[in-house]
């Protein structure tokens, strides 16, 4: 039975495999203001695109081309947002990461003093200052939950640094009552400085909250230095701008380019079975790695699992004793945990199929009938 299930599987790699990037681009050549364009790629792909490399790069520049050669300013996923520097998901419900208390008296903030921000003691209110100032700044003591004024002067990014080495990092606003509490604890304390950093801060942040450190601007951009929550990014495909990056209002209407992600995570606990059955059902299959590109990719989406291993389309033949992916190739790439994926596998009770550990990425022999989340790939 176990040589008919292989072979099998290798002829349906000849008629399936996929090879390319992790990501396909998809040009719309419809003028949309950018969150009009991210709505429409998330509804019809993934999401507005988000750009890693100079492949990926091409590839985007690629497809516009092949639709519209006369296109100008393209929207891609980039866009500037507040970020606050405690970013575990957890610390936030509802909207919470998303309360502002923004001074409403002239000049209204932020203003477009700077990318960081900092708390006035006598009203609570927020406003926005160039982050290589220096000031005053509150922590968050998560251990105890509490904030603590600091009377020491410095820089947004060492206040940050001070936080996370003493405490837990720079305070987080979550809401109205929280913003209260905090401006009446300092007030309290003579310590406590009249302006103090707290740990928000603007950031250039892909639409699917992936990271990247890839960059693409124009020469002197980005540029747009005044009173917007709204600043956004678009490839400038004229002739003087050659396909480079710049900053633009986000309620300008452009065409886009959108993205549909090659690696889908079912968070649905399946046997590796199931997880086969599943993807193939949906026209996929379960995801098989060759490269380390792949094996990045893995690693951004089973961040998101709710188990702590995630399948992945890799199974052991008892009898060959190998292992092999499920699109017919054998490793050519692997990322084993030490001891695991010697094909010295345990035969007498159930077939061993492979998985991720999200916790460090590496890949463990599991009994198939383990039931996790898996990843698909299109």
Known sequence: ???????????????????????QYH????????????????EKYTDLATITDTQDQSDAERVIKSVN??????????????????NDPTFYTANESQYRNWSNTSPAQPQGDGDCVFMMKFNGQWHDEKCNAEMKFICYNASSKTFVPVSETKNWTEAQSYCRHNYTDLASVRN???????????QNNPISPDEAWIGLSRLWVWSDNSTSTF??????EPNINQNREDVCT?????????GRWVDDKCTDLYPFVCYDDKLVLIRENQTWTGALKYCRDKDMDLVSVDSLKIQLGLENVSSTASTAHVWLGLRHSCVLGLWFWVN?????????????????????????????????QRWISLPETEKNNFICTK
């Open 1 to 23: 039975m176990e040589r008919i299930t292989l072979t099998s599987l290798l002829f349906t790699a000849v008629v399936s495999l996929s090879a390319g990037a992790l990501r």
């Open 27 to 42: 040009f719309v050549n419809e003028s949309k203001s950018w969150t009009e364009a991210q709505k429409h790629c998330r």
């Open 69 to 86: 050669p006369n296109a100008e300013r393209v929207w891609i996923g980039l866009k500037k947002t507040w970020i606050w520097s405690l």
């Open 176 to 186: 109205q009552t929280e913003n209260i509490k905090i401006q009446t604890f300092v």
């Open 215 to 220: 960059k693409h601007w124009y020469t002197d």
């Open 234 to 242: 678009a490839i400038d495909m004229t002739t003087a701008h050659q």
């Open 328 to 360: 017919g190739q054998t490793l050519c790439y692997n990322n084993w945990a030490p001891g695991h994926g010697t094909g010295e596998e345990d035969c007498t009770t159930t077939v061993r199929s492979g998985a991720i550990q999200t916790r460090n």
